[in-house]
């Protein structure tokens, strides 16, 4: 599904991706883990398209696509969703407009009518008790005075309404409660499917306790330096990054 | 022999072009009022690029050029599309009797200024008061304006009819000085529409002046859109006076035309008196729109809200001054003022000049304004969701501009500037 072959991206000529390679195939959960500052939010931006990243080498392959040759909306139309890190806050544009206009959006891009009032509504109503918000915010401006928690339901939310096959999940846990982050993982598991994918950028492992990973890789320094199965990251957990950063050196 | 040439001032060329008019309809007091403006008008000069007024806006190439006192009537079909059952037209400053149509309705006069000057009492009595006499452009109208509409709400009366005033400017190089009166009796209330247009291109000049007499307990909504054509110029001067515990809302909604000076002037004489000041501009090519706003609050207890928005495209350019003054015995009062620009691109340009003075202690004022582009992580937010690059822009804008929108009281006028909006930004590059 996804292909990240030898990715090298930078920003103000500072290289912040230093070659990162990556499969994620259908079904699967991919778990990114690395200390702060490692490149985890740079990759997902890179693979969301936001312009300001320019990547210097290396292929993108989505679906058989070259991903990297594709707009930021055009990505989003072929199934990628980013749930961002820092939600951004758009007064004046409430929840509901938005997703109806992006639904719609990529609707109209496949040539379909515009979706039946009705149908969007029973849908929007579905999702939001997906993730524990049922009708709450739905005419409040986007993420406006959102709690740090709301934000990240929110994003659950936007994911759950748009159905994409790949799902990049950056530190969708931080700032949330326990009852909270079980909301979120319970909604992730409940959209996961045979045919799509979830990669989950987190610091903690107990996220990872709800959300299983087939595999845990650690981003360190713009390169994934060790990869490992479930059991890595308690690992990570107990003894931190060092002997990583370790292990990568001796290597 | 000897040959006197005297130069002909920029001032007194521009005047001979209504040397033409026939003003012998006029009779007391309105006869005394044009000659008193007129005279005024010797001791007056246009404002220069020192005149502190007009910093951002130069006069020189709208005062420079030829005009001619426009037809009365309209060489083509003009569709007005009007869906009210009250609407006032003048051509050029005259009436068109053949485009207007009104549906009369108890407690409200809606006529023709030149039909209210043959007798009407309270226009008789106001009329002129409240213009600025200092003010060139003010006094050029009170001493050569033509027609324009006269409305009265009389007392208590709640007008169910919108009442729609258009201005047409029709044949190039046309001047006009439209002349309206509007007078709000004790607990009356109205919604009104002042709008101008152009039947052509080419460059023309309308000068024109309103009077708003809001009586006590009365409301009042004006809504204003300037839609000319893309080389007319236009000077609006409106003044208001509010009387206690009434309230005055207007909105100007600055659409198209080379050049548009608005200037707003509002007097708070009575107490417990609310006011809504309210601008919205969509700037496109070399359009440059200049508003000026001034609040007096001169009796304690009122409130006044001013929120004025631009979205500046291509090369244009937008001036704010607002100047909230509060006399010394204006105590509780509340004044807020807020001015947002939105700039496209980078020939484009917003002056801003928020001014408060403030003589009363005891007073809640709040100012702020702001001038950026727009949010680009907010953009990215919403393609990253599948809204294309153009829809994403458009969204942005319009939530820029809801609130001003909102505000527009009469639903068919909400919508058609919601369509103007729609449809201006569906393209944004
Ligand atoms: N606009 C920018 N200009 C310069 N450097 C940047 C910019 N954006 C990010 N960086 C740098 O890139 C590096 C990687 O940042 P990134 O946000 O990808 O880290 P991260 O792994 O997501 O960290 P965290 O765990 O704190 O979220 C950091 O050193 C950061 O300072
Ligand atoms: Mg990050």
New binding site residues.
Partial sequence: MLKIKNLHAS??D?E?LKGINLEVKPGEVHAIM??????????S?VLAGRD?YEVTEGSVEFLGQDLLDMEAEDRARAGVFLAF?YPVEIPGVSNINFLKTAINEAREKKGLEPMPAKEFLSRVKEKAKLVGLEGKFNNRSVNEGFSGGEKKRNEIFQMAMLEPKLAIL??TDSGLDIDALKVVADGVNKLKSPDNATIV?T?YQRLLDYIIPDYVHV?SNGKIVKTGGKELALELEERGYDWIKEEAVNA | MLEATVEMSQKDKFLSHFGMIDFSFDKSPFKEKRKEAEDRLSNMEFPTSKTEYWKYTRVNKLIRQEYILGEQELSSEIDLGVPTENCLVFINGYYSEELSWTKSEEGIDFMPLSKAKEGNQPLADRFDQLSKKEEIFSTINSAYHQDGVFFHAKKGKLAESVYYVINISAGEKAISNPRNMVIMDEGSSAKMIFKNLSASEGYSFTNQLTEYFVGRNANLEVNKIESESDEAFLISNDECQQDESSQFKINTISLSGALLRNNLNIDLNGSHTETWMNGLSLLHGKQHVDHHTLIHHREPDCVSHELYKTIADDASTGVFNGKVYVHPIAQKTNAYQSNANMVLTDEAAVYSKPELEIYADDVKCSHGSTTGQLDEEALFYLRSRGIGQKKAIAVLLNAFLSDLVEHIGVEHLREEVQAVIDEKYSGVK
Avoid: A, R, V
């Fill in positions: 920003i103000e500072n912040i690395g200390p702060n500052g490692s490149g985890k939010s740079t990759l931006s300001e890190q950056d530190e950028i610091h981003l």
